[in-house]
């Protein structure tokens, strides 16, 4: 079982970049739609924290934290089992490595909630 982002960069401030996070291997292919899926980011220095979820449910049921709210979306795909950031406006203090994590049962909101990690992309965002 695999979550691989992809998507990161560097970027001028005000510009926009898209992370996908596609999942692989047994569980997923069979259960990837019944998965509440989340982005988190780490900066350098800082705790790992919560940026976007959603539910398995779809566009419907989504949380943002509020440093990002209006500005980032996320959505999923079932059929190709990934999930997306866009991520729009971007700011130098949205600097970070951003990671995909699902969870079964509920969105993730602390890491400690995550069953399942992928591994980082870096965002850097320079002003």
């Known amino acids: 079982v695999q979550l691989q982002a992809s998507g990161g960069g560097l970027v001028q401030a005000g510009g926009s970049l898209r992370l996908s996070c596609a999942a692989s291997?047994?569980?997923?292919?069979?259960?990837?739609?019944?998965?509440?899926m989340g982005w988190f980011r780490q900066a350098l220095g800082k705790e790992r924290e919560i940026v976007a979820a959603?539910?398995?449910?779809?566009?419907?049921?989504?949380y943002y934290s509020d440093s990002v709210k209006g500005r980032f979306t996320i959505f999923r795909d079932h059929a190709k089992n990934m999930v997306s950031l866009l991520m729009n406006s971007l700011r130098p203090e949205d600097t970070a490595g951003y990671y995909c994590?699902?969870?079964?049962?509920?969105?993730?909101?602390?890491?400690?909630?995550?069953?399942?990690w992928g591994q980082g992309t870096q965002v850097t965002v320079s002003s």
């Open positions: 959603i539910s398995w449910k779809g566009s419907d049921y989504t």
């Open positions: 291997g047994r569980t997923f292919n069979s259960t990837f739609a019944h998965y509440d």
């Open positions: 994590a699902a969870r079964s049962g509920a969105i993730p909101i602390w890491p400690y909630e995550v069953d399942i």
